[in-house]
């Protein structure tokens, strides 16, 4: 008997968000790849804990995407759904900004999602159906500052997104994204305690979102219950966004 397990991707799913989405995927009995960067420990007990496969993998080096990507296909006849979660924030007025700090935040959440849907395309394209999902930020959407090079980025993968939507949708691959507000993980721990508090109260529900709160919206993108859904973006933010305050 076939198997209808589905083959998923998530980068970067040693912590926060994406080690919520993989637990979302493997609960649902998906069969999971995942990307970590520098949290071995946290991979390895994650890929134990879910049954799920870890690659040590940065979304910056083409060629470790490439050779993850083939021992993936090697057990997987196809891929089902790509999550391109990986990212990082370097944050520094613009003033301040060494070149290194720009490209490697540019690097890492734009050129990584293009290298890692470049590589994925041919055997979705190949099968003519699949999902991808892009978890991008608010900070794409409104102004922060001290976060252009993070601003960039995603503001980018945003329009990537509906660009990616319009070239795959007439394959069968839906591709959208998901835009998180600010989400209890390591990236929101090391805000100073005063801005934490007053970015709190201009949230509608007052508190930060949970990695989890997120990865069900991502699987839900990712699921045949969106099937109807194509290059659209759902903000996650517990309502910072809707109002102006
Ligand atoms: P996090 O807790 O810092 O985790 C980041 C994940 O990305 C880790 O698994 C990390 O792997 C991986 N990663 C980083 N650089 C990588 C690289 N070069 N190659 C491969 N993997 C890499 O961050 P998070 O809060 O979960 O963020 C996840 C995604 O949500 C990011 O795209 C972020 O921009 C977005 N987001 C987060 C928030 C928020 O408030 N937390 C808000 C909006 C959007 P290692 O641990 O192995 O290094």
């Known amino acids: 008997m076939e198997s209808t397990k589905r083959n998923i991707i998530v980068t ?67 891929i089902d759904v790509l999550i391109n979660n990986a990212g990082i924030t370097a944050d520094m007025f613009l003033m301040l900004m060494p070149f290194e700090e720009w490209d490697k935040v540019l690097d890492t959440n734009i050129n990584g999602v293009f290298r890692w849907v470049r590589a994925v395309s041919r055997p979705m394209l190949t099968a003519q159906k699949g999902a991808i999902v892009n978890v991008a930020s608010i900070a794409g959407l409104i102004g922060v500052g001290g976060q252009t090079n993070y601003a960039a980025s995603k503001g980018a993968l945003l329009a990537f997104t509906r660009a990616l939507a319009a070239e795959f949708g007439p394959k069968g691959i839906r591709v959208n994204a998901v835009v998180p507000g600010f989400i209890d993980t390591d990236m929101t721990a090391v805000m100073p305690r005063q801005v934490k508090r007053d970015n709190k109260e201009r949230i509608l529900l007052k508190r930060f979102g949970t990695p989890e709160e997120v990865a069900k919206v991502v699987t839900f993108l990712a699921s045949d219950q969106a099937s109807y859904v194509v290059g659209q973006e759902i903000i996650v933010d517990g309502g910072l966004t809707a109002t102006v305050s």
């Open 12 to 78: 970067g799913g040693s912590r926060g968000i994406g080690r919520a989405i993989v637990k979302e995927f493997c609960a649902a009995g998906d069969r999971v790849y995942f990307t970590f960067n520098n949290h071995e420990e946290e991979a390895r007990s994650l890929a134990k804990e879910c049954d799920a496969t870890a690659f040590k993998c940065s979304q910056r080096d083409p060629k470790a995407i490439d050779t993850t990507l083939s021992a993936i296909l090697n057990e997987a006849n196809t």
